[in-house]
């Protein structure tokens, strides 16, 4: 196994997220009653014609530039032609030799094409016995197609690639990329050849992976499969493989059309897109900070850990959320700490007021878990944090005598501690802290019971 | 409702009827005036079946934004008209409801595929009536019927609700008992539609006001193609004749050529059935029209096309599958557009040297025989002189010039794009010879 | 370029016609006939013509992202072959897989 290694390219499709369809004024919402979202168009009537969405058409611009690509000024729609019973027209609208962008680059990996076509409709073929239940609602909603090139030589490193891809596509809020709901859709093109040989073996197509990890293991079985075949002197079949979840193994699909002949030629029904450079170039100005370039800031900027500057990046809003927090507090690393953790939920509670409450902790007006209690009551009140902190009786208590009384009460309550923790047991200290604390609804000041426990 | 359905008696131009139709608004430039719709546009209360078994009886749930303008404008859709199966074919006689036949003469065709509704007006059931073009299909059925027929520039009018053929030729076109009516019902149905994303958003002048131009002002290209040696005498004999009319005149009359005019037949017939190819492939059974069931869904697909398809419309899906085949399509497809482009080149040059509008005989021949023609290849030759306009997207007009052996024949102007005005300047001169 | 039996019954099956044995010899004959008169197209000269078969069209206008659905004027039912709860319904596949194309 050693001596071959995996080639593999990636298809990915994903779905942008507009109000209407590609070509036409129908709702792309998901999970409507079947075949509400239609019209004329979508279905396909005699007499209807495509109008492109220029929200798609800005969608799929950014995605382009975000992925590095070169955005073409005039790009052309093709008809791509085949019988399909969830397919309308018989054709699908689609580009062939004139795309929107060619030759980008994301995670290392090359990005031949990234170009845009209309969605099918869904077959669903168990609902009734001997039939096929076709429902358009999807039929019609804007796609983009990435198209890697097949630069990626294991599994994980398409696994990386997708995360990479999935989080630049949030980033730039074109898509939900949601594998579960389909807006994200992957098939993998997969060869094998030995180690130092330069020309491509034969690819098979595998479909069917409906999460990243089932692509990874997809195409580990699969690059296993071709290794076998070729290592007891066979050769590989161009074919197109299913990855069978349940069972964990790909197997050939049964063909679904004897020969692939799209027929493709230029689409009658609309002109050539043509984008002006200032059009272009608005679009890439508006373009948020990508999360490579986010993280490379944060390192420089930020006195933050790898680890906790990829939990921040991995999420954008969370990432803009940690960054007024720290600038309010003046305080990344304080920031950070607390924000790595948050809920999208909690997200509400506007940063300054995070900063705030931060700050008397800082300062030691509150310890770190009273802050807690504070912060979930601020997010259901809208109060700010010093009010609440009032509210709740929740400043800390630093004076001696109400500190000596609460360590007293504890000494009282738990004998047995208190003996071993004075016999010298010092890693009870921090259970009898936390008594303390508990019993002081958290308005103890820690340190100063450090210190007197330690005075016994 | 005041169409005159008596005078269709016998003729089997009209496939519906709509007697209840009334105007939809109180006032307009077409009030209560009836007219008759080609059966491939589609209207909300009669069928749209565009001649064919595989439509027959389909109700279309929206209306053709020709079809609303003309009820906006006060208009009475009155009834649909026969044609040629899917708009292909030049004589109605591929119509799967029977052949329409010609008002002037019942045993000759009235000319397709727009045969019924150039007879309606050449009968005078309704004063005005909408066909469609792709290769001449509006004016070889007005040239045979002896109406005014005319073709807009690609663009000029509204597609979305006329069922497509070939995308890239298609347009509505406008059949009048007069060039006035025709320039009238023209305005009505120009100009841009959000809903076509191939229709111009160019301005739609008052067509009508074209009759006051004087034709001393106008240079007419005579061009030598069309005006070929094994021409019928008759024909030539009546256009020369025009031609020495209007130079009489005051117009300026100019021989030109258009080198490429030979070729438009063959790259037509490579063009159109390979988008037709694609545009019939929806007519599936799945969602509307005609479903025969099989055993299974490729027998369904397969039954369904193979009853409801007839013979012109099966060879011109193969013929059009087959030049988009691989391996084919950079011979004829891509090919046949390239020579298209040197068509329209031709006309372009043409135009920019001067000269205003060209004519030629709209048809080689008058009307034929029902059953005359049974070649496939014979019968495309019909469109020799219109289906450069086509490919070209320029606008052209025919307008009866007289007769030959009693039979009706048209003399064709053609325009640059856009060029309606001067067309119509140059048709109203042509009819008041 | 003759077309031969083989090649009118693979593009009959690509664009789902059921053609009849009988009927063949006169439609390959008629294809052949016709496509036999495209030949003179090869003798063109189409050098200096661009391959962009875009040149010279005006470009594509663009559609708001509006939610002014097009509404039809009569339920699917009234027009659809078959359907059940909503759903166009068709004879299943003989070779389907649960695959999105």
Redesign the interface.
């Given at each position: 196994m050693s001596n071959y290694e995996m080639v593999v390219g990636l298809e990915v499709h994903v779905q942008l997220k507009t109000k209407t369809k590609a070509f036409c004024d129908s709702p792309t919402t998901f999970g409507a009653e079947p075949n509400v979202n239609t019209c004329p168009v979508c279905l396909a009537l005699p007499g209807a014609l495509p109008v492109l969405n220029a929200h798609a058409v800005e969608l799929a611009v950014r995605a382009a530039l975000a992925l590095g690509c070169n955005v073409h000024r005039t790009s052309i729609f093709a008809r791509k032609n085949y019988f399909y019973p969830d397919l309308p027209k018989g054709y699908q609208i689609s580009q062939y030799d004139r795309p929107l962008a060619t030759a980008g680059r994301l995670a290392g990996v090359g990005i031949t094409r990234v170009h845009m076509e209309e969605d099918a409709g869904k077959s669903i073929h168990d609902r009734y016995t001997g039939a096929t239940a076709i429902d358009l609602n999807r039929a019609g909603v804007p796609l983009i197609e990435i198209v890697s090139e097949p630069d990626m030589r294991s599994a994980q490193e398409a696994r990386r690639y997708l995360q990479t891809l999935k989080q630049v596509l949030e980033y730039v809020d074109v898509s939900d990329v949601d594998m579960e709901k389909g807006s994200l859709r992957v098939d993998a093109n997969v060869s094998a050849r030995r180690m130092g040989e330069t020309k491509l073996g034969t690819k098979t197509e595998v479909k069917n992976m409906n999460t990243f990890s089932g692509v990874e293991k997809a195409l580990e079985a699969e690059f296993v499969r071709q290794v076998a075949v070729l290592e007891s002197g066979g050769r590989v079949v161009q074919q197109t493989m299913l990855w069978d979840g349940a069972k964990g193994e790909v197997r050939p699909a049964r063909s679904k059309e004897e020969s692939h002949d799209y027929r493709y030629f230029p689409e009658p029904d609309l002109p050539p897109l043509v984008l002006s450079d200032s059009y272009i170039e608005e679009i890439r100005r508006a373009l948020p900070e990508l999360p490579d370039a986010r993280r490379t800031r944060y390192r420089e900027q930020y006195a933050l850990s790898d680890q906790e500057i990829d939990e921040l990046v991995a999420d954008q809003p969370l990432a803009a959320y940690f960054e007024e927090t720290a600038t309010a507090l003046g305080d990344a690393k304080s920031a950070a700490n607390w924000v790595r953790g948050m809920s999208s939920s909690a997200l509400a509670v506007r940063p300054a007021q995070l900063a705030e409450l931060l700050a008397m902790v800082k300062k030691g007006v509150i310890s770190h878990t009273a802050a807690k209690t504070i912060f979930d009551d601020m997010e259901k009140s809208g109060e700010r944090a010093e009010r609440v902190a009032d509210r709740l009786g929740l400043r800390k208590v630093g004076d001696d005598d109400t500190l000596r009384q609460w360590i007293v009460e504890v000494k009282a309550e738990n004998p047995t501690e208190w003996a071993r923790f004075v016999a010298g047991e010092t890693k009870l200290q921090k259970l009898l802290v936390g008594l303390v604390m508990k019993k002081s609804k958290g308005k103890a000041d820690p340190q100063r019971v450090n210190e007197l426990l330690l005075l016994h | 409702m005041n169409a005159n359905f008596e005078r269709a008696a016998g003729l089997n131009i009209i496939l519906a009827e709509d007697r209840d139709a009334r105007p939809s608004v109180d006032e307009g430039p077409l009030y209560d005036v009836p007219v008759a719709i080609k059966d491939n546009i589609a209207t909300l209360r009669m069928p749209t079946s565009c001649g064919s078994r595989i439509l027959e009886g389909y109700v279309s749930p929206y209306e053709a934004t020709v079809v609303s303008r003309l009820r906006a404008a006060g208009a009475v859709i009155a009834c649909k008209t026969n044609m040629d199966e899917f708009a292909m074919g030049s004589s109605t006689e591929h119509s799967a409801f029977g052949p329409a036949l010609n008002p002037v003469d019942r045993t000759r065709v009235p000319g397709g595929s727009s045969g019924g509704s150039a007879a309606a007006v050449a009968a005078g059931v309704v004063p005005i009536a909408f066909g469609s073009e792709t290769g001449g299909s509006v004016r070889q059925p007005a040239a045979f019927c002896g109406v005014v027929g005319v073709k807009p520039t690609y663009g000029r009018v509204s597609r979305f609700g006329l069922v497509a053929f070939a995308s890239s030729l298609d347009q509505v076109g406008v059949f009048g008992k007069t060039v006035d009516d025709a320039a009238l019902a023209l305005r009505i149905i120009a100009g841009r539609d959000p809903m076509d994303a191939t229709s111009a958003d160019v301005p739609v002048p008052d067509y009508r006001a074209a009759a006051t131009r004087p034709v001393s002002t106008l240079t007419i290209g005579r061009p030598i193609e069309y005006f070929p040696d094994a021409l019928d005498p008759a024909i030539r004999e009546r256009c020369d004749e025009v031609l020495d009319r209007l130079r009489e005149q005051g117009a300026t009359i100019r021989d030109v050529s258009l080198p490429h005019s030979g070729l438009a037949i063959p790259v037509y017939y490579i063009i159109a059935p390979a988008e037709a190819s694609s545009n019939l492939a929806r007519f599936d059974g799945v969602r509307y029209g005609l479903r025969i069931t099989g055993e299974g869904l490729t027998a369904m697909y397969e039954a369904t096309r193979s009853k409801g398809f007839g013979t012109e419309v099966t060879r011109r899906i193969l013929l059009g599958t087959y030049v988009l085949s691989a391996g084919y399509y950079d011979a004829y497809y891509r090919k046949a557009q390239q020579v298209r482009a040197l068509i329209t080149e031709d006309f372009r040059r043409v135009f920019a040297s001067g000269v205003d509008v060209l004519f030629t005989p709209t048809t080689p021949t008058p009307a034929f025989k029902l059953g005359a023609v049974s070649d496939p290849y014979e019968m495309y030759l019909n469109d020799i002189f219109t289906c450069t306009a086509n490919l070209a997207g320029n606008a052209a007009i025919s307008v009866p010039i007289g007769t030959v052996n009693g039979l009706p024949i048209g003399g064709q102007i053609i325009a640059p794009h856009f060029g309606e005005q001067t067309m119509f300047a140059a048709a109203y001169a042509l009819e008041r010879l | 370029?003759a077309?031969t039996f083989d090649?009118?019954r693979h593009?009959?099956?690509?664009?789902?016609?059921?053609?009849s044995e009988e009927r063949l010899p006169t439609?390959v004959g008629?294809?052949n006939?016709?496509?036999a008169?495209?030949e003179?197209?090869?003798r063109?000269d189409?050098s200096g013509?661009?391959?962009?078969?875009?040149a010279?069209?005006?470009?594509?206008?663009?559609?708001?992202?509006?939610?002014?659905?097009?509404?039809?004027?009569?339920?699917?039912e009234?027009?659809?072959?078959?359907m059940?709860?909503?759903?166009?319904?068709?004879?299943?596949?003989?070779?389907?897989?649960?695959?999105?194309?």
């Open positions: - | - | 370029m077309v090649d009118v593009i009959a099956a690509l664009a789902r016609l059921d053609v439609l008629e294809l006939a016709i496509l008169h495209m003179e197209l090869q063109v189409v013509v661009p391959a962009d078969l875009a010279g069209m005006t470009p594509m206008p663009l559609r708001a992202d509006d939610g002014r659905q097009y509404p039809l004027a009569r339920p699917r009234t027009f659809a072959p078959a059940g709860d909503g759903f166009f319904l068709v004879p299943r596949l003989a070779t389907h897989e649960d695959v999105d194309e």
